[in-house]
C-alpha cells in the first residue's frame, strides 16, 4: 500500500478500457483486504468509529484528499460509519488512481 499512497492521482480522459485480470488483482493485493472489488467495477471500503462527531471528521478528511488529488469518491456518512466507493466514472470502471485514492484513504485512517 505504501507505494500506492507515496502515487498521485492522473486525471482520466477516457478512451481506455477500466482495469481487468491480473492488473486488477495486483493493484488489490497492494491495497490490502480492507477494500472489497465489487463486480470488478468499483472499489468499497466501510469505516467504524466511536460515534458521529469522529465520523463526520474522517468524511472531511477524505473530501478534502480527494479535492487535493482531483478525483472525487462517494462518500456515505452515518453514525459512527462512512463507507466509501471509488471508480472512473469517465471509463465506468476503475483505474490505478482509484487504488491510488484508495491507499491515501487507507493511510490517512490509520493516521
Given at each position: 500500500?505504501?507505494?500506492l499512497a507515496a502515487k498521485t492521482c492522473v486525471p482520466?480522459?477516457?478512451g481506455i478500457p477500466p482495469l481487468a485480470g491480473d492488473?486488477?488483482?495486483?493493484?488489490?493485493?497492494?491495497l490490502g483486504t480492507n477494500w472489497t472489488i465489487v463486480e470488478d467495477h468499483h472499489l468499497r471500503?466501510?469505516?467504524e468509529f466511536p460515534d458521529f462527531v469522529s465520523a463526520l471528521a474522517f468524511t472531511n478528511q477524505?473530501?478534502?484528499l480527494a479535492e487535493d488529488e482531483?478525483?472525487?469518491?462517494?462518500i456515505h456518512l452515518a453514525w459512527g460509519r462512512v463507507a466509501v466507493e471509488i471508480w472512473t466514472h469517465k471509463i465506468d470502471g476503475l483505474t490505478e488512481s482509484d487504488f491510488v485514492l484508495?491507499?491515501?484513504i487507507e493511510r490517512a485512517y490509520g493516521a
Open positions: 500500500m505504501t507505494d482520466c480522459r477516457g492488473e486488477l488483482t495486483d493493484l488489490h493485493s497492494q471500503r466501510e469505516y477524505v473530501g478534502a482531483g478525483h472525487h469518491p462517494d484508495a491507499a491515501k
